[in-house]
């Protein structure tokens, strides 16, 4: 029989999509004044993967990652789901259409975790209404995080590969220190 045991700290990550910058900026503030520090930023990329976004946050549309500096434990991902929803609206505009994408995760040593409301065969629930999807699986003989089948086209990309590469660093040392 296994022992229960608590999991290991991880890394909080938000990934964002946005058409204008000064929201961006606005965003970034108010997710540090929430979170904490943030520790590492992606390079702003444009998000032309999908359309998706596009009818309801505009054209031209930007993605980058952020992560906090402070550690946390996975089960807060549901509550920082709710929270990143609830900002959204805030910055929303009058007619209830986002003009920011807020994605939280976790990133721990073996895998990236995203959540979402949306339910489908490789999800588990969380709790609170709240989904978890593993999307990258870390390939410790690659010594890299590599995607599933379903992996969303832009977390497969080089810079985001690379964002949570150095994220996973970042992560090592940071638990090292605490032990």
Avoid: C
Wanted: a neutral charge; glycine letters at 6%; hydrophobic letters at 35%.
């Amino acid at each position: 029989m296994g022992e229960e045991k608590l999991p290991q700290k991880v890394k909080l990550f938000f990934g964002l999509i946005f058409a204008e910058r000064d929201i961006f900026d606005a965003v970034l503030k108010r997710l540090a004044n929430d979170y904490g520090d943030i520790d590492n930023m992606s390079d702003v990329v444009p998000f032309d993967k999908t359309s998706y976004y596009e009818k309801e946050i505009g054209a031209n549309l930007s993605r980058v990652f952020i992560s906090i500096k402070e550690l946390t434990v996975p089960d807060e991902l549901p509550s920082v789901k709710i929270q990143t929803n609830i900002l959204e609206r805030h910055f929303g505009r009058a007619d209830g259409t986002r003009i920011v994408n807020i994605d939280p995760g976790y990133l721990g040593l073996s895998k990236v975790v995203l959540a979402t409301t949306k339910d489908y065969n490789h999800r588990l629930y969380l709790g609170r209404k709240i989904f978890g999807e593993v999307t990258l699986h870390y390939k410790g003989d690659e010594k890299t995080f590599a995607p599933w089948e379903w992996t969303y086209p832009d977390y497969r990309e080089k810079m985001a590969i690379d964002f949570f590469n150095h994220m996973r660093q970042v992560l090592k040392e940071q638990l090292k220190r605490k032990s």
